[in-house]
């Protein structure tokens, strides 16, 4: 069972850019799909952007064009660069591995995001 840990949130202003991290504890060669996603406070958890073993990727239409997704198989990292940060990006921000938190449900703690003025 792959450990992961979530980095890099905060307090940003809107149109600014944060970097989250997600720290896998096994290679990332034995994971075929890394996905991060989000939850804002009321609303339900939603698939933010994936990104596959040979490295292709898909993303939520919300963020397409903001977001990009990208791993770095030498640290076991998957990282999420926000750029031009809107106020609804605000949420809690979680990996997941090959969707073993979707279908476990252990989602941990994530890393909060709050983009305000």
């Known amino acids: 069972q792959v450990q992961l840990v979530e980095s890099g949130g905060g307090l940003v202003q809107p149109g600014g850019s944060l970097r989250l991290s997600c720290a896998a504890s096994?290679?990332?060669?034995?994971?075929?799909?890394m996905g991060w996603y989000r939850q804002a406070p009321g609303k339900e958890r939603e698939l933010v952007a994936t990104i596959t073993r040979d490295r292709s990727t898909n993303y939520a239409d919300s963020v397409k064009g903001r977001f990009t997704i990208s791993r770095d198989n030498a640290k076991n990292t998957v990282y999420l660069q926000m750029n031009s940060l809107k106020p609804e990006d605000t949420a809690v921000y979680y990996c997941?591995?090959?969707?073993?938190?979707?279908?476990?449900?252990?989602w941990g703690q994530g890393t909060q995001v709050t983009v305000s003025s």
């Open positions: 997941d591995a090959d969707y073993t938190r979707v279908y476990g449900g252990a």
């Open positions: 096994r290679s990332l060669f034995t994971i075929n799909v």
